[in-house]
């Protein structure tokens, strides 16, 4: 269904030449609002997560310390990523809400707060890249070589932390005023040239010099620099359904603490949720190099497995919090259950393709034995998580879509270290499971998460939430 009422900016500065249409995100068919907004997200998410899939399959060539350290690293890199995408959780959410209730100069004014969040964050973990990759390396007791590799990856990342913010940024604006396709299109691009480049600077192809892991972490930082580019010119060349200026910009401070107040439970959620790996790791690291190879690698193989889903609930998160905007609460319940169900059947059809493929997918990264039969194992228990799966995205997303972050940060919080750490450590010493205690550990926490999130969504308390 087309606004009506349609400014200069919805045309992308151009009367008469629309860029994005304005569907109202809050009438018609739910079904068909969630496909038609969440599809890009599905092919955004999977093409950012193939950034660090390439990353290790070219890393993969140089040996199982660089995949062991680039795997450790990368733990630590996500917990920043995830941090920085917890900030802008109050950005999807107050924006979603805005666009719903018709604000677009409010919406506005939430973007402009938002690059000050995203500028401090990354000036503070640029200089904690610079001093403090190897210490946070040297915590989980690995080899020399794998601190090495480690460190040299880390350190390029957290000083490149800026581009990630400003492509993160971007996208959350975007996607929560109900453009999901430009971001599309722009993790498409920079995606592609990640893909292309990656080799060039890690092996010194033709005339870039060979950088091994370093070149696989400068390629990330340039590419999402790209990205983040391409969004700022989209967004204040209204060239998305928001018009982002700077006119009549301030700082405020009190619009600056509800976005950090939203957003902070959301990134505690993300970055327990990956401190708990790097804890996961300590456990693994004793089994030996290519333990901790597998482990880095399912976690890869699993957030590529995970992406369209996780692509499928932004895209809940974003109508229910456009239609609680609107004052429509129940489309709201009924996109997180239809979101949770298309889910759960996308994941029954990975599962099966891991079941009997499990081996030829660890291979595409690495071929040696020990390391194909650990990791293959490994994603094979992995099964168990991903039946559960549909329920703790999609529900998690919806309420964080809807700015209810403390539930999921709790939930989080106590599954992880009151199920998953102690099992992970009670299993492998205690049982004849050995390593494979450690995935054992993980599955049952997030099969508890399912049953919390399925409750609490049922109860409807989250629609009462105010940002």
């Given at each position: 269904m087309e606004n009506p009422s349609v400014s200069d900016a919805d045309y992308g500065g151009r009367r008469g030449r629309r860029i994005v249409p304005l569907r109202d995100w809050t009438q018609g068919s739910i079904l068909g609002n969630l496909w038609l907004l969440s599809w890009p997200m599905m092919v955004g998410s999977s093409l950012n997560m193939l950034g660090p899939t390439i990353d290790m399959i070219w890393v993969g060539k140089l040996g199982a310390a660089s995949i062991a350290g680039v795997g450790i690293s990368g733990m630590a890199v996500m917990v920043v990523n995830s941090l920085l995408q917890g900030l802008f959780t109050g950005t999807r959410a107050m924006v979603a809400r805005l666009f719903g209730a018709g604000d677009r100069e409010g919406a506005n004014h939430v973007a402009q707060q938002a690059f000050v969040v995203g500028a401090a964050f990354s000036v503070f973990m640029a200089i904690i890249g610079i001093f403090m990759a190897e210490p946070i390396l040297l915590i989980f007791g690995v080899e020399a070589d794998v601190v090495s590799e480690g460190a040299a990856y880390m350190r390029v990342q957290f000083v490149g932390m800026v581009t990630m913010s400003l492509r993160m940024l971007t996208e959350a604006a975007m996607q929560a005023s109900g453009d999901s396709f430009t971001p599309m299109r722009i993790a498409i691009f920079f995606r592609l040239l990640h893909v292309a480049l990656c080799p060039f600077l890690v092996f010194g192809w033709w005339i870039f010099p060979h950088l091994g892991v370093s070149g696989a972490a400068l390629t990330n930082v340039i590419s999402q620099g790209i990205g983040g580019a391409l969004g700022l010119w989209f967004l204040f060349a209204g060239r998305t359904r928001l018009r982002l200026t700077m006119k009549n910009f301030r700082f405020n401070g009190s619009?600056?603490?509800?976005?950090?107040?939203?957003?902070?439970?959301?990134?505690?959620?993300?970055?327990?949720?990956?401190?708990?790996?790097?804890?996961?790791?300590?456990?693994?690291?004793?089994?030996?190099?290519?333990?901790?190879?597998?482990?880095?690698?399912?976690?890869?193989?699993?957030?590529?497995?995970?992406?369209?889903?996780?692509?499928?609930?932004?895209?809940?998160?974003?109508?229910?919090?456009?239609?609680?905007?609107?004052?429509?609460?129940?489309?709201?319940?009924?996109?997180?259950?239809?979101?949770?169900?298309?889910?759960?059947?996308?994941?029954?059809i990975s599962s099966l393709v891991v079941w009997f493929w499990a081996e030829g997918i660890v291979g595409i990264f690495n071929t040696e034995s020990e390391l194909v039969v650990i990791a293959s194992n490994f994603l094979r228990i992995e099964i168990v998580s991903y039946m559960v799966f549909g329920v703790v995205v999609a529900l998690m997303q919806c309420l964080n879509g809807v700015g209810d972050t403390w539930i999921p940060m709790i939930t989080t919080l106590a599954t992880m270290w009151l199920v998953q750490v102690p099992l992970a450590y009670f299993l492998p010493k205690h049982t004849s499971l050995g390593v494979y205690g450690v995935r054992w550990g993980i599955v049952s926490a997030i099969a508890m998460r399912a049953v919390i999130y399925a409750t609490y969504f049922k109860s409807g308390r989250w629609k009462r939430k105010k940002v």
């Open positions: 619009l600056l603490w509800r976005l950090v107040k939203i957003g902070f439970p959301a990134s505690i959620t993300g970055a327990e949720r990956t401190i708990a790996n790097m804890v996961l790791m300590y456990f693994v690291a004793p089994f030996g190099t290519a333990a901790v190879a597998a482990h880095s690698l399912i976690q890869r193989i699993d957030a590529f497995l995970h992406m369209p889903a996780q692509g499928l609930g932004q895209a809940a998160g974003v109508l229910a919090g456009q239609n609680l905007g609107a004052g429509k609460p129940e489309r709201a319940v009924k996109t997180g259950w239809l979101a949770a169900g298309l889910v759960t059947g996308a994941m029954v």
